[in-house]
Nanobody
Framework: QVQLVESGGGLVQAGGSLRLSCAASGRTFNSYAMGWFRQGPGKEREFVAAISWSDGSTYYADSVKGRCTISRDNAKDTVYLEMNNLKPEDTAVYYC?????????????????WGQGTQVTVSS
């Protein structure tokens, strides 16, 4: 059974940085993509970034492009989301997810497994 465990969330001041981790287990992920999504207070869940396990190709939401970097460590089956210059509007629960797809995508329906989420709070 696939398990995804996020970590690294916390409270940070505006302009600060955080690195989120997502440890995956339960199967071989070579043909999968990993994505990060977030859900802010009173908002719908939205796509943040995604990466292909096989070739490392990435895809970002416009709202975080230039401030976030998604990366993977295949040996550890772990995906990271480095977030810089954080803004109060980045406050959300961040979820990692995985699904079998050729290219990393932003559509939630493409992702079959989800983690429990990690809270990121950015103070102004």
């Amino acid at each position: 059974q696939v398990q995804l465990v996020e970590s690294g969330g916390g409270l940070v001041q505006a302009g600060g940085s955080l690195r989120l981790s997502c440890a995956a287990s339960g199967r071989t992920f070579n043909s999968y993509a990993m994505g990060w999504f977030r859900q802010g207070p009173g908002k719908e869940r939205e796509f943040v970034a995604a990466i292909s396990w096989s070739d490392g190709s990435t895809y970002y939401a416009d709202s975080v492009k230039g401030r976030c970097t998604i990366s993977r460590d295949n040996a550890k089956d772990t995906v990271y989301l480095e977030m810089n210059n954080l803004k109060p509007e980045d406050t959300a629960v961040y979820y990692c997810a995985t699904g079998q797809m050729l290219q990393p995508g932003s559509y939630e329906g493409e992702y079959d497994y989800w983690g429990q989420g990690t809270q990121v709070t950015v103070s102004s």
